[in-house]
């Protein structure tokens, strides 16, 4: 189970669901968006269903929000019935992946994503049962290079001043 399979399949399947509206998996929402605007992610992972073979089962909880402009006629009704349409394209689906059938968890406004402050905002949040296996099984994502922490380290303990030196 690769969780990257899983949220390619989301975003890629509620795209066409949604073919006008720009769907999109943890963006960056410094700059300009184009509205109405679907966002996923995974909000959270809790302790599942434990097959008793050694595999370790997870609930993956998603959470993805309707984002409207709230001066726009209407948007109030139109974001209603946006957000229905969102719950039963997710309702029961598996996106072809092994995964759980997708449970509606809560479909409600949601005003808790400091970033989209100011947009009208709902919510649909759906669970999904997934079996991760065991570590070897899981994939590594690619981390790049990493960085070295040489440059934050504080200097040796003899470059400071001693109390009595003060």
């Known amino acids: ?5 899983l949220h390619r399949a989301i975003e890629q399947q509620l795209q066409g669901v949604f073919p006008k509206m720009e769907v999109l998996t943890y ?15 995974l909000a959270e992972f809790s302790d599942g269903t434990q097959p008793g073979n050694g595999e370790l089962s997870l609930i993956a909880r998603f959470e993805a929000r309707l984002v409207m402009d709230p001066t726009r006629a209407d948007a109030e009704l139109h974001i209603r019935q946006l957000v229905c349409r969102l719950a039963a394209a997710i309702h029961f689906k598996t996106w072809g992946q092994p995964v759980g059938l997708a449970r509606i968890q809560s479909v409600a406004p949601d005003g808790f994503k400091g970033e989209l402050e100011g947009y009208l905002v709902w919510c649909v949040t759906f669970e999904h049962e997934l079996h991760v296996g065991d570590v070897e099984e899981w994939p590594m994502p690619e981390l790049g290079e990493l960085s070295p922490y040489d440059d934050n380290r504080p200097e040796p303990a003899d470059a400071y001043l001693k109390p009595q030196d003060l």
């Open 1 to 5: 189970m690769d969780i990257a399979d």
């Open 27 to 41: 963006p960056d929402l410094e700059g300009r968006v184009s509205l109405p605007l679907l966002l996923i992610e």
